[in-house]
């Protein structure tokens, strides 16, 4: 068994910190959308997804700038549906990339020791945050090093966290997000996230194209 090292806050109840760590496991690769493909759309659908104009979502990265989407939700490849990764997105962006908080949270998790480019799974630097309705973002490949934050800090959304990179089980830098439900959410235990700040996408930002933050 993979010996995972991680820091939860003390704060969230131990049924929320034990369904993080099992997400993370089942998770493997926290991506996988960093292989260069474009993962194809499956057949079976997603969502209900919430209004982006009421979303409290932004982009996880600066405005201004744009990332391409090499895996969105449901895809025929590591985002298969009925799988936590169902509503996970991969955003491709070179090391050193900051990553901003997507929603205003208070960080519950971060782990940044592991070296990038190693392609080991369970390797995956990664910082969490927790929102006021108890749903966490998860922030996956994050660089060696590349926190910018520490336990129980209070971020507004549009905070700078982290450094993108390359850790874990992952063959091209990239960033993998995704937002696990509120305790006692059902299904896959992900929900599906929409973002306030860029072009419509009422089912979801969709794989094989770039997306700017506004």
């Not at 910190?17 to 659908?45: D, E, K, N």
Request: net charge negative.
């Amino acid at each position: 068994m993979l010996l995972y090292r991680f820091c939860v806050s003390s704060s969230l109840h131990l049924k929320e910190t034990l369904s993080i760590f099992i997400l993370t496991i089942l998770l493997g690769c926290g991506g996988g959308g960093g292989s260069g493909q474009v993962a194809p759309p499956s057949s079976a659908g997603c969502g209900p997804y919430p209004s982006e104009s009421t979303s409290p979502y932004v982009l996880p990265y600066e405005s201004g700038t744009s990332s391409f989407v090499s895996q969105g939700n449901c895809t025929n490849g590591s985002h298969r549906t009925g799988t936590p990764d169902q509503y996970a997105y991969d955003f491709l962006m070179p090391i050193g990339t900051l990553i901003i908080a997507s929603r205003a949270g208070t960080v519950s998790r971060v782990l940044d020791t592991f070296a990038d480019n190693t392609g080991q799974p369970g390797e995956e630097n990664v910082v969490g945050i927790t929102h006021a309705d108890g749903s966490v973002a998860l922030y996956f490949h994050l660089a060696q090093n590349g926190a910018m934050v520490s336990l129980q800090q209070a971020v507004d959304v549009g905070d700078t966290i982290a450094l993108s990179g390359n850790s874990g089980n992952s063959t091209e830098p990239h960033l993998h997000f995704v937002v696990t439900g509120p305790p006692g959410t059902g299904g896959v235990g992900t929900v599906p996230v929409t973002f306030n700040n860029t072009d419509p996408h009422a089912n979801g930002l969709q794989s094989g194209r770039s997306y700017a933050a506004r």
